[in-house]
């Protein structure tokens, strides 16, 4: 019998990267606010009010984003209860096939280093981040990047299946999102039909009827639904405000430039930031083979819609990542790229030693938010962080030293491996412990005692989820239990402090005295 297992060795590393970068502690930090909380508290709302329709969040109409993350997070958390890992489990599986769709494509049309793509992908920044929280993202990223790969396909081969493909995960997107499922692989079909002056495919996708039938079949009927229980109040929030919107005006002070996301290209893809730079800049050895002009044209719809876009946020460039993810795999056929595949790391380590230090001599207004969240932070920075982060060096000097021996695969793994416990076992916890902790503390004592909490001053809706229940702003009264800031306690006459930990407090309003 003929041994096998070398050939298998590089599946079994991608799936086990797989489950580290997605699964692994899943549920071993508290939700984040804002958003975690905020997809978390509207899909608590609809199990409680046994509605699949209508999204609330806090007693508030959520016109955010449609309704597929809220179906997922619901059949997960029937599965697995509401707790991080039911809410969460749905991006992460996301996030999985997600890595899978890109193997494949890799090792169909790319023909080098498919394993390699795989794992940069997940091991990159920003795909353990979104792979791993409860928001629409995860969900996002895989259909855009299925209807856009699905596209090259039909244009490398045309045929029905391909076609009907397209508008199946085009429909899913627009069910999760909106409009920009539809937007960007319409342009990118149609930028590069022009250039590739393939006018009868564009035409033949563009006006395959029975596909739009399969879109508006998945797509239309939850918009129909909403619209007759809501009126046109939802539409118009979610289609004006939440897309439009965030186009022409800047929506929660997330403004930027035109410049914005050329640094967050660079976060985006640690610790691979070297070899991504190398890519970019041998645009004319990748420009010869037609399936690299589809991606440089893929990514450069992302990033230049959304560099011109009002609201900037820098998980907005995934959208467009996964091509540039294909070029750095051939860019890594070069395996003399020893330093360019180290030194973001090195970089990144050293960033991390030096961090306590810098929150140390920043200046902070005294009883802000920052003084609380660093008062935190700074009871972490301890010898464990320290001899964390110093653990990755001897690795990298292993890396350096074993660089011709080792196969690129294994080196690409190894890496990432250190990139992901610098992020998912030292940074995450210490963040989630300064900011998160004490709210999800608070709603625990508050739904020990069984009581109804409002939230004022402060909008951290993870808080309900832990409670339980909706925590609606209201005014005050008398025995009311109230959620807020402890910066903020100034705004209350008389209360007693049930739990107080960093910046915020749980308090109770006490009577007016008789005598006042």
Not at 191 to 208: G, H, N, T
Not at 440 to 458: H, P, T, Y
Request: glycine share 6%; hydrophobic share 50%; net charge positive.
């Amino acid at each position: 019998m003929h041994d096998n297992s070398h050939k298998l060795y590089p599946y079994f590393l991608l799936v086990f990267t797989v489950f580290i970068t997605f699964f692994l502690g899943l549920d071993h930090f508290p939700l984040f606010d804002l958003d975690e909380g905020a997809f978390s508290s509207a899909t608590m709302d609809m199990q409680l009010r046994g509605d699949w329709v209508t999204p609330y969040l806090n007693g508030n109409l959520r016109g955010d984003k449609p309704i597929f993350i809220y179906w997922c997070q619901l059949i997960s958390i029937k599965l697995f209860g509401l707790n991080e890992w039911g809410l969460r489990f749905p991006s992460a599986m996301a996030a999985s096939i997600w890595i899978v769709a890109i193997y494949k494509f890799a090792k169909d049309y790319i023909c080098t280093n498919s394993k390699t793509i795989a794992l940069i992908g997940a091991f990159s920044l920003f795909s353990m981040v979104i792979g791993r929280a409860a928001t629409a993202d995860a969900l996002l990223n895989l259909f855009i990047t299925l209807t856009c790969l699905s596209i090259w396909r039909y244009l490398d081969s045309p045929s029905k299946k391909r076609s009907y493909l397209t508008y199946l995960w085009m429909g899913l997107g627009f069910l999760t999102k909106g409009p920009v499922a539809v937007a960007i692989p319409f342009l990118l079909l149609t930028l590069f039909c022009i250039k590739s002056k393939q006018f009868d495919k564009w035409k033949k996708a563009i006006f395959f009827f029975p596909g739009w039938g399969v879109f508006i079949a998945i797509a239309l009927p939850w918009y129909i639904a909403i619209t007759i229980t809501q009126g046109w109040d939802f539409l118009q929030s979610f289609i004006l405000d939440h897309n439009l919107g965030r186009f022409s005006n800047t929506m929660e002070s997330h403004g930027g430039s035109p410049f914005f996301y050329l640094p967050v290209l660079l976060f985006i893809c640690l610790p691979f930031s070297g070899v991504l730079l190398r890519s970019l800049f041998k645009i004319n050895i990748h420009w010869q083979k037609p399936v690299n002009q589809f991606m440089y044209i893929w990514f450069i719809i992302v990033f230049v819609i959304f560099s011109f876009s009002q609201t900037q946020l820098p998980h907005y460039l995934m959208y467009g990542i996964p091509p540039l993810w294909f070029l750095m795999g051939q860019n890594l056929e070069d395996s003399k790229q020893h330093r360019t595949l180290l030194i973001p790391v090195v970089i990144f380590a050293v960033i991390l030693l030096i961090l306590p230090m810098a929150l140390a001599f920043s200046t902070v207004k005294p009883g802000s938010d920052n003084e609380f969240v660093f008062a935190l932070l700074s009871q972490h920075f301890n010898w464990a962080y320290y001899l964390s982060v110093l653990a990755v060096f001897p690795v990298v000097g292993a890396l350096w030293y074993f660089r011709d021996r080792l196969a690129l695969t294994l080196r690409i793994f190894v890496l990432g491996l250190s990139s992901a416990f610098l992020v998912l076992y030292v940074v995450v916890p210490i963040i989630a412990d300064a900011q998160q902790a004490p709210v999800k503390e608070a709603a625990l004592i508050a739904k020990k005692a069984n009581k109804d909490v409002s939230m004022i001053g402060v909008n951290m809706p993870s808080f309900s989820v832990y409670l339980g229940k909706p925590t609606p702003s209201k005014i005050p009264e008398a025995n009311d239990w109230i959620f807020t800031r402890t910066s903020r306690l100034h705004n209350f006459a008389d209360y007693k402090v049930i739990y107080q930990r960093g910046n915020v407090s749980l308090i109770e309003i006490q009577p007016v005295s008789e005598e006042n």
